[in-house]
């Protein structure tokens, strides 16, 4: 292990500027590529669209790093899209390739062997070849198709070396073009739920009020002339702490809840044998049973119900519970 090294004030000082100044430097490299959405970013944008395969990263080192992450954005935004290691792609890997598709390939210098080496094959097949680099006259800029240049005044490194600013403006200027692509596609939360089936996320995007309905199937409804301890007993059978009140047509008025017949039981018990109608809240919230889940949670917690009724047609189809609501995880 390495010895322990005793940090001075000085030195904690002299670090934290350090840090700060790397985000200077690197915020100022982003902020400053604005200029370069033009009519390049644009015909760019155009091809892709216009493209009837696959957008294909590559790279190497950091900027292959960079290339797979861009790849992943581009993929769970609604553009297909994959990574190729330069080298993998020089033995066997370019078989992936297709002249419908379009290469991003990566690279700051734009003098990186490996992707050179690329090139004359990416002709031979006929694929669309898009260079990233931050050199308009480097020589793959130069064999490319189009060019993005990710220019940046230094990097954050000290010595001007480890790519950090680049690297940073790279993803960047990579994340602007899968989300402007996303947008002129029309990608929507819906969408994105389907790439993102898993976890939270998916949870969140993907279930909806009839899933969650499932967990207890109850839909407990009283007619608005039922009495107050009718509905006590018909809350009590379906273990829900609501009823639905409904019209002669069977169409939702009201709603009475377990907390309304406590809040009455403090002044006496006369109203138990009185209609629901009398009592009941009139016109209460409600939801559709193909609206998210997560809607329906937000409206629960803003209103502070425990139980929203879920209708179709304007008529009760099942009782929500914010319990049920949380055993599904949607949050």
Same mark, same amino acid.
């Given at each position: ?23 200077e ?7 400053k ?53 330069a ?96 947008k ?34 109850q ?19 379906? %273990?829900?702490?609501?009823t639905s009140? &409904?019209? +002669?047509? @069977?169409?939702? !008025? =009201?709603?009475?809840?377990?907390? #309304? ?20 809240t ?20 803003? %209103? ?5 009724? &879920?209708? +179709?047609? @304007?008529?009760? !189809? =099942?009782?929500?519970?914010?319990? #049920? ?7």
């Amino acid at each position: 292990m390495n010895e322990p090294v005793n940090l001075d004030e000085k030195m904690i000082i002299d670090c934290l500027q350090e840090a700060r100044k790397v985000l200077e430097i690197e915020a100022y490299s982003v902020l400053k590529l604005k200029d370069s959405i033009g009519s390049e970013f644009a015909d760019i944008v155009r091809v892709i669209l216009e493209s009837k395969g696959r957008v294909i990263f590559t790279g190497i080192g950091k900027s292959g790093l960079i290339g797979q992450k861009l790849a992943a954005t581009f993929s769970s935004t609604g553009t297909p899209a994959f990574f190729v290691h330069a080298g993998e792609a020089l033995h066997g890997d370019l078989g992936m390739v297709t002249g419908d598709d379009i290469i991003i390939a990566i690279s700051n210098s734009g003098e990186t062997e490996e992707v050179l080496s690329l090139v004359p094959s990416i002709r031979r097949i006929g694929a669309f070849l898009i260079a990233v680099t931050g050199n308009r006259s480097s020589t793959l800029a130069r064999y490319a198709n189009n060019h993005l240049l990710v220019n940046i005044e230094e990097e954050a490194c000290p010595h001007g070396l480890a790519p950090t600013a680049s690297t940073t403006a790279t993803l960047a200027l990579g994340d602007a073009l899968a989300i402007a692509l996303s947008k002129l596609k029309g990608f929507t939360p819906e969408d994105f739920a389907l790439f993102h089936p898993g976890g939270s996320l998916g949870r969140k995007l993907l279930t909806k009020v009839e899933d969650v309905l499932q967990v207890r199937k109850q839909n407990p409804v009283v007619q608005s002339g039922t009495s107050v301890k009718e509905a006590l007993f018909t809350m009590t059978a379906s %273990k829900m702490g609501s009823t639905s009140v &409904v019209d +002669e047509r @069977g169409r939702l !008025v =009201g709603i009475i809840t377990d907390g #309304d017949i406590r809040r009455l039981l403090e002044e006496s018990t006369d109203f138990l044998q009185k209609p629901v109608l009398e009592v009941m809240t009139k016109d209460p919230i409600t939801i559709e049973k193909d609206r998210l889940a997560a809607e329906a949670l937000k409206i629960m917690e803003d %209103k502070e119900v425990n139980d929203l009724p &879920v209708v +179709e047609d @304007g008529k009760p !189809v =099942g009782m929500l519970n914010f319990q #049920d609501l949380l055993r599904a995880r949607v949050f």
